[in-house]
């Protein structure tokens, strides 16, 4: 086996096999690091309040750099469009989001989704721990500031209370308000006319919602780690065919020599 792995040929393959697995090494290597990077923004740049309009356009997925960012913007809310959001926690007892659509100036509007000519996103403007409490948003031209968070996916659950969605989906919202909408929502801190706070949670039984940035710091890609377990298997294979290669060479010359011997008048 040794005598047939020396050839020339053989020791040409090796090289090569050798170079291929280690160039498949360097990709899992690669892929293993990308598994722990995060395209998460740091925090000093996450907690700087942003305009809304310069962050990300409607019609488009968020970008990962734009969640959980600080934003701000100017508008006005539409009151006619309000949803309250069972199921949320908020110092350990279980209530409801009140959101309500807020117009926001200088907003693109996106064409042949609705018939308005504005578009709007979707604020959680405060906590309640029963829907009565849900005060009306304040009226006028105002600033808003607050976290921009990603869209939840759409809970369509049936014999939901009138006025009640299951989840923050832009996607439902917009079937339901019928009206151009960036794909996220704000959870609301400050809304200010002027110098004054007009927020409802100001006084009256709304609070504000608590939420923080999330943290990024231990957070893995999974996919990445496969692929990087996938890149050291290529590897051992690649090694594996010229070993299996080699034995393959090393039986069919001992099968000539077996066949030589038990016909020795045809040489």
Do not use: C
């Amino acid at each position: 086996m040794l005598k047939t792995a020396l050839k020339p040929r053989w020791i040409a393959a090796l090289i090569l096999a050798l170079v291929v697995s280690g160039l498949f090494v360097l990709l899992s290597q690669w892929q293993f690091s990308r598994s722990t990077q995060t395209t998460m923004p740091p925090p000093a740049v996450t907690e700087t309040y942003k305009p809304l309009v310069d962050t990300f356009v409607p019609g488009s997925p968020m970008p990962s750099k734009a969640e959980d960012q600080l934003v701000s913007a100017t508008g006005h809310f539409d009151a006619s469009r309000q949803v309250i959001v069972p199921d949320r926690l908020q110092d350990g007892q279980s209530g409801y989001w009140v959101v309500t659509a807020f117009v926001v100036d200088g907003a693109p509007v996106l064409k042949g989704v609705a018939a308005t000519d504005y578009t709007i996103i979707p604020v959680a403007r405060g906590w309640v721990s029963d829907p009565a409490q849900a005060a009306a948003p304040p009226s006028g031209s105002l600033e808003l500031k607050g976290r921009l968070i990603p869209a939840e996916a759409p809970n369509p659950k049936p014999n939901m209370p009138q006025g009640q969605v299951a989840a923050v989906s832009s996607a439902e919202l917009v079937n339901v308000w019928k009206v151009s909408s960036y794909a996220g929502f704000v959870i609301s801190f400050h809304e200010t006319s002027g110098d004054k706070e007009v927020s409802a949670t100001v006084s009256g039984p709304m609070k504000t919602i608590t939420v923080t940035a999330q943290d990024q710091g231990n957070k893995i890609n999974w996919l990445n780690i496969f692929y990087a377990v996938e890149w050291v298997v290529f590897a051992g294979f690649a090694v594996f065919l010229w070993w299996r290669l080699v034995a393959d060479d090393y039986r069919r010359a001992n099968e000539i020599d077996e066949i030589d011997e038990e016909v020795p008048g045809d040489r």
